[in-house]
């Protein structure tokens, strides 16, 4: 992303410079196409505060450009200048040519500034042009709209640049700036910070916390005084140091997992009623009378497509979540409960938020041959193979497969989701088995791993001989076990479906001889 200088904390005056184009590169699906360039503005209306500068970006998508070019007319635009902000962008009368790499890239902002003219209007619009051409790519054009507008305009400057590794207990720093491009003061503007779980924030005197949906945190801090137009506001930790630390700290719990990210949102102060109890600059108190907040009136953001901005990182942590058998007995007639499922052994928490969750959102049980499932848990789905395709549906009796959803939004460690099933014996067999695991061949991919394989399938064993498997509770298919049914060529036959215990890869493989489907 586009860098730039920056003043501390409500420093006043301070200059958006030092700008770099920011190239990223291509991804390998466009290896066999024909070269390519296009350029969009990131909004197609861009409200500018009247007497107000405001940077603004242009993406450009390239591949094998050669000697590619942007040029930005604005000779149409009365109601405003465009002024270019990077080394390869050049201005001249009324345009604005930049000299761009050669190649492929994806997504390279190029910045610019848009300043009202003296003069403009509330309510005035323009437009101006924005063009590609390369030797080997042929020109086009798009356009692009103006609006000046009367009011607050917060911009929120994205710091970031990809995600950045961390691991359980580091202490990593959220980034937050922005700016006031409008041509009115925001009296109340504040920082609004929302964390995922797994990053928890420290305290900050004077800021507001809540939780979110997933379980993560929200922090509103509003600032000491009002954001005049085209002040600067930095986020800084007062750190014992005279330049203190930029950027509010933050704590990976021992339980993160996988992508993670903090948003930053300027906020004017009209957002979330919520957010109104940050107004009161009250340090918040564990005992002693309640408060009342004081009224805030709302303000309009005239522009708020670019008051977010996101920083994310990646947590190193391990996954292992183990499927739960049972066991039951019964004679022919005889209905009998089963209750299966998944717990997690942590260390990492799954969620439903940004990290996926797999493989706990779904857990797949195979029916015992012998057995018919008489009654389905409201979180299973039947699936199953006909002539028209592969089908689904919740709660359905009768079929061989089921698929069980976990619908925790996050899963900790230690939590357990489970599914009770009924199913009435048909015939005695020994050792009836099925199998509880992260295997559904009608998905793709059809099979789900964690950092521990080992514990992913369990069995559901109906009439175990004594001595025999089962023994309650969680059974997950060891090798010496799998290796022992397979060196017998003990292949359970389930309604046409064919199961393999496959004692190297520990995992289930169902087919059936006609078409691969499970009925």
Known sequence: MPSTKRARALGLGAALAAVTLAVAPAGLAHAEDSPSL???PVTSTISVGAGNGKVVYVDVFAHNAVNPVLTIDFSALKIATVVPLIDECKAAAAKVTCTLPDGSYDGAMVPFTIKAVKGAQNGQ???YTIATKADNVPGNQSEAHVKIADGVDLVAVDESDGEKPAKPGDVVW??????NAGN??????AFTFSFDNGIVPD???GCTYGTTAFGGTTVTCPLDEPLQPGMVVTFVTDDGTEKGHRGMAAKVTADAYGSKAADFFA?????EQSRALARSRTQKATSGKKFSTLAVQPVKDINDFDNYATYMWKIGNRVDVASIGATA??????VVKINIGIKNNGPAALDAERTGGEPSWEYDFVVPDGTEVVLVPDNCSAWWHESDGDHFEPKLPGKRFYACFNYEQVFKPGGESHAEFSLKITEVIANATGTVSFTNPFANPAER???NPANDLAEVVINPKAGGSGGGGALPLTGAKVAGMAGVGALLLVGGVVLFLVSRRRRVVLVTPEDGGIE
């Open 267 to 271: 906020d004017p102060g009209a957002e």
């Open 184 to 189: 009115q003061a925001a009296d109340h503007a």
């Open 174 to 179: 959220m980034p937050a700036t922005f700016y």
């Open 449 to 451: 791993h964690d950092d």
């Open 38 to 40: 296009l350029a969009s």
């Open 203 to 205: 305290q900050y005197e």
């Open 125 to 127: 619009e323009g437009t």
């Open 329 to 334: 007995s019964g004679k022919v007639g005889d």
